[in-house]
């Protein structure tokens, strides 16, 4: 699935099964929610903290698609083309960045 699929097939799903959007504020905070599960995940499996009986069944892979599901809706209801946005910030960052991580003796010898 292409990005741009991925916003028409979430728009239809919001249309056919969530009734509607959720207003941008509340999307907003939803992603922020979503990606907080994430980061709870990942201090558990990569960091010091350890997993707690009620995240045993945790799956990194739904969570970080709940986390995509949020913001391709705060992207279709304000009107950003996800596809277009990636290739520009993928030309900036090539533009600002190429020479800068070669350069970077800290990522040398990883």
């Given at each position: 699935?292409?990005?741009?699929?991925?916003?028409?097939?979430?728009?239809?799903w919001?249309?056919?099964?969530?009734?509607?959007?959720?207003?941008?504020?509340?999307?907003?905070?939803?992603?922020?929610?979503?990606?907080?599960?994430?980061?709870?995940?990942?201090?558990?499996?990569?960091?010091?903290?350890?997993?707690?009986?009620?995240?045993?069944?945790?799956?990194?892979?739904?969570?970080?698609?709940d986390?995509?599901?949020?913001?391709?809706?705060?992207?279709?209801?304000?009107?950003?083309?996800?596809?277009?946005?990636?290739?520009?910030?993928?030309?900036?960052?090539?533009?600002?960045?190429?020479?800068?991580?070669?350069?970077?003796?800290?990522?040398?010898?990883?």
């Amino acid at each position: 699935m292409t990005i741009e699929e991925a916003q028409k097939t979430v728009d239809q799903w919001i249309k056919t099964n969530g009734i509607r959007y959720f207003n941008e504020l509340t999307n907003t905070a939803i992603l922020m929610e979503e990606v907080g599960e994430v980061a709870r995940i990942m201090a558990r499996k990569y960091g010091e903290q350890s997993f707690k009986k009620s995240d045993e069944e945790v799956n990194l892979a739904d969570e970080m698609a709940d986390v995509m599901f949020v913001l391709i809706c705060l992207a279709n209801q304000t009107g950003i083309n996800l596809t277009e946005a990636l290739e520009k910030n993928l030309q900036k960052k090539t533009l600002r960045d190429s020479e800068r991580h070669k350069n970077n003796e800290k990522l040398k010898g990883g």
